[in-house]
């Protein structure tokens, strides 16, 4: 009997290589069943190729996936049946109506008619895409072909759900419907697999984050337990031209480090997800050192000619 | 896994008719009475070729349409992918992906031979040739399947076309008898799959002894095609 909280998918040592170049290295994690997991990274980073790996389409280099309990490159079948993927182009024959590629993905599931028509019209209802169902793919503006690229991927009601940036490209309105289907599926028992690069959409969708940079995990963990990572709150200090955000571990050390600017301008604020990121991925983390010598937490970013640990950022020489 | 690409057939079958029948046509037309006619072969040589020109039809009407769909599937519409991702047998994947190609070539053919019935009523309509028609455009969809798999560019497809269907199109005994040709180069004629249904489908439609050697030759080729493209997918190689 499934139990909420039990790992539904689990990656175990994925690596991916292709010729010289490793696109996902090493990458062990687990997803909990019932939980809306967040899969952060910049620009090539190695998300789509984690989930083409998760999915089957991709096979790996090396390393395993479990989903719902079934091997993914021995037992495929089964475990294609778990997932459904509406992935970050859209996938649809674009030479087919919406109620055409509808209908090929419920005959491919082995939806009966019945069935297939009923969550058809729920979720077209739902999505609005009633008025769009006989219109070909390729006439259709893209908010309305991610509509029904999702449509197509509920459809057989997977047990996980793997959203790769479904939010690319749709309008404000869109994209909180969206939301509100992520939500729905996920109240209904869904595992979601969400990858984007609205930061603010993983903070406000997500149980768990991970934040993957260069095909490796730089970290995982509750929006929280990461923010912890960095510290919980950020004194953005004017410099020049730019802002330099610095983080400390309590509001306390943060007026503390601000008084101590001067005259600089500064302003105190919660650290987001998105300076978690920032701090964890791309070039910032190239910065992230060991500091030693201070009484400070042992984890270190370099700014400039500063030091950055995870209770603060200081100017002083480590 | 056929349906999608049926429903597409259904919503154009003016243009997919049309887009198989005028190269044949054409070909009856000049090579029938214009290179026939004026080598004095008339009746004969119409008799000759229609068996040829069907054959012909089952390469062309399947190779082109099946690799460019798969191509375009793959590179341009992802949902080559997203087909894969249902839980379907690969045997149902390489069939089905077939079926628009073995239909648009089976269409194709039946109305060459009711127009080469017309033309030379020696030329006979049975269910064997209408059953080799079958046979052949699923050999050459599988070929068409495994090269839209397996390039990368709609270039390099061309590249194919034009060093493989094309010296096939005009070398296997579809418009000439391949015996005209010296030894060596008959030989290697004898090594491609065409040769075979332009043999056989000349014996199915106009009578004489059955080729039992070409039937074996179009089973090991159909087994080759499949598997390779079974095994492409097996290994995510597409």
């Known amino acids: 009997m499934p139990v909420a909280g039990d790992p539904i998918v689990e990656v ?68 294609r049946r778990c997932i459904g993927i509406a992935q970050q182009h859209i996938s649809l024959d674009k030479d087919l109506t919406v109620r055409q590629n509808i209908k090929y993905h419920a005959m491919l599931h082995k939806i009966p008619k019945r069935v297939m028509e009923e969550r058809v019209k729920s979720l077209s209802d739902m999505l609005g895409l009633g008025e769009h169902m006989d219109k070909k793919i390729a006439d259709l503006s893209g908010g309305w072909k991610r509509k029904a690229a999702i449509v197509c991927s509920i459809l057989h009601e997977p047990s996980v759900l793997f959203l790769d940036e479904p939010t690319a490209g749709l309008d404000t ?8 289907l992520v939500r729905t599926l996920n109240s209904h028992g869904t595992t979601i697999f969400l990858t984007t690069h609205y930061i603010e959409e993983a903070e406000s969708l997500c149980d768990r984050v991970a934040i993957i940079d260069r095909g490796k995990l730089s970290a995982i963990g509750t929006v929280d337990e990461l923010k912890d990572i960095v510290g919980k709150v950020t004194v953005d200090v004017s410099e020049g031209s730019r802002t330099v955000p610095y983080h400390f571990a309590s509001r306390e050390e943060a007026k503390a480090f601000a008084e101590s600017q001067g005259g600089e301008f500064f302003n105190i604020r919660r650290t987001t997800l998105e300076d978690v990121f920032l701090a964890l991925s791309g070039d910032a983390k190239g910065r992230l050192g060991r500091c030693s010598g201070t009484s400070w937490t042992s984890r270190t970013a370099w700014r400039g000619g500063t030091c950055a640990t995870s209770r603060g950022t200081f100017r002083r020489p480590c | 896994m056929a349906w999608g690409d049926l429903c597409y057939i259904k919503g154009n079958l003016p243009e997919t008719l049309l887009t198989g029948l005028v190269g044949p046509l054409l070909y009856l037309l000049a090579f029938g009475y214009g290179v026939g006619g004026s080598m004095g072969g008339g009746q004969d040589y119409i008799v000759f070729i229609v068996p040829g020109i069907i054959a012909l039809t089952t390469l062309s009407a399947t190779f082109s349409t099946v690799s460019m769909k798969i191509l375009v599937q793959r590179l341009f519409y992802m949902s080559f992918d997203e087909m894969l991702l249902c839980p379907i047998h690969i045997a149902s994947v390489v069939i089905g992906k077939t079926a628009s190609g ?72 579809t418009l000439f008898n391949v015996s005209a040709l010296p030894a060596w180069a008959a030989a290697a004629t004898y090594a491609l799959p065409l040769t075979h249904v332009s043999q056989l489908m000349r014996a199915v439609m106009l009578g004489t002894d059955v080729p039992l050697d070409s039937i074996a030759m179009m089973v090991i080729y159909t087994a080759a095609f499949f598997s390779l493209c079974w095994w492409m997918i097996k290994t995510n190689r597409c």
């Open chain 1, 12 to 79: 175990e040592g994925l690596t991916i290589r292709f010729g010289d170049f490793t696109a996902v290295d090493g990458l062990t994690f687990s997803i909990e069943r019932g939980e809306v997991f967040g899969f952060l990274g910049p620009n090539g980073a190695g998300k789509t190729t984690t989930i083409r790996a998760i999915t089957t389409i991709q096979r790996p280099t090396s390393g395993r996936v479990v989903i719902d309990g079934h091997d993914s490159s021995t037992d495929y079948l089964e475990a």
């Open chain 1, 173 to 180: 309105q869109s994209r909180h419907l969206l939301w509100e």
């Open chain 2, 102 to 173: 073995v239909i648009r070539a089976t269409l194709s053919c039946v109305v060459i031979m009711l127009v080469g019935h017309l033309i030379a009523p020696s030329v006979a309509i049975s269910p064997y040739a209408i059953l080799l028609v079958v046979f052949g455009a699923f050999m050459f969809s599988l070929l068409g399947l495994l090269a839209g798999m397996a390039v990368q560019k709609t270039n390099t497809l061309s590249l194919i076309s034009g060093t493989v269907i094309v010296p096939m199109t005009f070398l296997c005994g």
